[in-house]
């Protein structure tokens, strides 16, 4: 056995965020590689009606254990696979996004006496969240978990952030701490007559949520809402059926505002979204408040698809660099408003697993939180271009079909911001053309079904518009990842160790990985799922 699986012998390890793509991958090489751990608990929001317990137990067999990824665990085990699991894996109920992760004190108590390791995955990586939604999950969340963490002797707390929390900064971005009270235009040298305040930001965004949420239930608002809902649902008799379309207009227009402030705040700091803002909010926020507890930030790039373990190809989730690349497969995305130059950082999931298990064996020592930022550009770098160019060689092969057969591309059209508007306005333009001759059509028998595809195609249209600017936002990025802190630690693991728990990103070759596990994987276990594509 490798010294890395000798370490874990007997930890107890707290895992938040197991439900999602990162945190599957990593509770089956936990169970796989150590299951010699005395035990993961892994928090869980309950999602359904049912009693608590009961309702966490079977989303995890439903959401986790039943995934494809445990096939070779099912075969390691057999019969005695629920067993095993039983033995390993303990769930509770509860919520990061509440002080004291949602439990009563006793489970508090019972569960922070055992914990050696607590692992924070979970977040909203939606780029346009709410602000406030953001601000409790991914900023305020890290620092329930460190508030859990100081109650007791042992735990080392270790949070998944993103590189990304480095904002627009340009140049080569540094393994270190983000300092609290300093915005992402701070450390561009950018001045602003507004002073930055971690904490302060974080108030901010919450007093402006509570704020437009009352707004949105004065009696004016409230008329507005039922009068438009009145306007969309003439015919419904049933008042109830009115009152919930005016609750539902009245929660899309807070979520709305909110998510526009949150861009609106990331933006006047120098980041690019309310992701990548407020998860350096929680860093800042850790920092601030470590107060000794041993601290471990470990920033992935872009997580895609696993290389090795525990299969080529494995991915979960349209997100990444998946709506771009499928985008341009369908023929819906032949420009992109990027010169493609830039260079895109992505890295296996199974690399980031790896290296998370391995920085949890050198916990750090002294005050400040050790940084690992895990990603591929710095060493072994992939261009936009250069990925979209084996994407189109890939889709020449086994091209997408749609009604009328296979779907024939031609190459990516790299455009500035401005032809981009314009081929933009030009593909809008046709598409109102096409609607309203399909109004006046109506004497015709298909001129409905016509009509309802141009509809389809517009809100289609609008989608892809909004995904190619916001992807854009990352391609304009001129960064570049340092990672000496994850190479050092790979060159301390022991030849086995290096090999089980593999992270070397000089290792990938580019395009046999977007051609034959990245793209095939999506397609095998994404786009299938979503009954999207032949
Ligand atoms: N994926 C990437 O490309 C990428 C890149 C860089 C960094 N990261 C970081 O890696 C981590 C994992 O990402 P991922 O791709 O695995 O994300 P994901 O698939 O979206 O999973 C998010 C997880 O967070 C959980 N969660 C959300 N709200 C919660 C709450 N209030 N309390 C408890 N759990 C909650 C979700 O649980 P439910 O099932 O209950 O919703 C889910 O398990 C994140 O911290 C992310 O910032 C990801």
Known sequence: MGEVADFFRDKTLFVVGSTGFLGKVLIERILWQVPQVRRIVLLMRPHSAEDQETAVRLRAERAIFSCP?????????????????????????????????????????????????????????????????????????????????????????????????SGRRAGSIPEQVLEPDVSAFDLMGITSNERFRTESEIEKALEVAQSVESESRTPAARSEYRHAALAHLPSTRIADGHDRAAERKRQRWVHDVLSQEGLSRARRFGWV????????????????????????????????????????GWIEGYKTTTPVTYGYGKGDLPDFPSRGEGVIDII???????????????????????????????????????????????????????????IVLQPMKYRSAEEFDTWVGDRRRRLRIAHSLCDQLD????????????????????????????????TRLVCSFETNNTRRLFRSLQRQDQLDFFFD?????????????????????????AGDVS
């Not at 303990?90 to 996004?97: C, P, R, T």
Request: proline share 8%; glycine share 6%.
């Open 273 to 312: 979204d309310t992701y990548t803002f407020t998860k350096a909010l929680g860093e800042q926020l850790l920092v601030k408040s470590s107060d000794g507890v041993p601290i471990i930030i470990l920033r992935p790039s872009a997580v895609e698809s696993s290389l090795y373990q525990p299969e080529p």
């Open 348 to 406: 296996p999931v199974d690399f980031v697993a790896s290296a998370l298990l391995a920085c949890l064996t050198t916990p750090p020592e002294g005050r400040n939180p050790r940084v690992f930022q895990v990603g591929s550009g710095s060493e072994n770098p992939i261009r936009w271009n250069e990925l979209m160019e084996y994407t189109e060689k890939y889709f020449r092969e086994f091209p997408l079909q749609n009604g009328s057969g296979p």
């Open 443 to 474: 004497f015709w028998p298909g001129a409905a079904r016509l009509s309802q595809k141009v509809a389809v195609r517009q809100r289609h249209f609008k989608r892809l518009e909004y995904i190619a600017r916001l992807y854009a936002g990352y």
């Open 69 to 165: 990824i445990f096939k070779r665990l099912h075969a390691r085990h057999g019969e005695r696979f629920d067993g095993f699991v039983r033995e390993k894996v303990k769930i509770v109920a509860g919520d990061l996004s509440c002080p004291d992760l949602g439990l009563d004190s006793h489970s508090l108590q019972v569960l922070g006496s055992e914990v050696d390791f607590i692992i924070n995955l979970a977040a909203s990586l939606h780029f346009h969240e709410r602000l406030d939604l953001a601000v409790r999950l991914n900023t305020l969340g890290p620092r329930h978990l460190l508030n859990f963490a100081k109650r007791f002797p042992n735990p080392t707390l270790l949070h998944v952030s993103t590189c990304y929390v």
């Open 505 to 529: 990103p000089t290792a990938i070759e580019w395009p046999t990985y977007i051609r034959q596990i990245q793209l095939p994987g999506v397609r095998r276990h994404v786009m299938t799922k």
